[in-house]
């Protein structure tokens, strides 16, 4: 019922930054939450941030004042800015929709994008 696209990760040195872009697509008329998480090897997924419907927004506090999330509602899209990279937020970032209004007045949850690596690396 929604797809997901993320673009915008790749290789980054240390003190760089790069913007994340993800678009929701599909048969739905509206999106509650939207997020990112992210995985590094070895370790599991984590939230990074997320923006609810109205717009309030949570980062984790390793990315407080590095990182922010942000939400185009026209665009059914979700961004995450990444600055002042470092060699610890290497992993793959994924977009994530938590629940979504169908056209038919349902309701689904737990949509996952297929994943953009984020590399820091010198």
């Known amino acids: 019922q929604v797809q997901l696209v993320e673009s915008g990760g790749g290789l980054v040195q240390p003190g760089g930054s790069l913007r994340l872009s993800c678009v929701a697509s599909?048969?739905?008329?509206?999106?509650?939450?939207m997020g990112w998480y992210r995985q590094a090897p070895g370790k599991e997924r984590e939230l990074v941030g997320d923006?609810?419907?109205?717009?309030?927004?949570f980062v984790r506090d390793s990315v407080k004042g590095r990182f922010a999330i942000s939400r185009d509602n026209a665009k059914n899209a979700v961004y995450l800015q990444m600055n002042n990279l470092k060699p610890e937020d290497t992993a793959v970032y994924y977009c994530?929709?938590?629940?979504?209004?169908?056209?038919?007045?349902?309701?689904?949850?737990?949509?996952w994008g297929q994943g953009t690596q984020v590399t820091v690396s010198s």
């Open positions: 599909g048969n739905f008329s509206s999106i509650f939450g």
């Open positions: 994530n929709v938590d629940r979504v209004g169908l056209l038919d007045g349902g309701t689904e949850f737990d949509y």
């Open positions: 923006v609810n419907i109205r717009g309030t927004t």
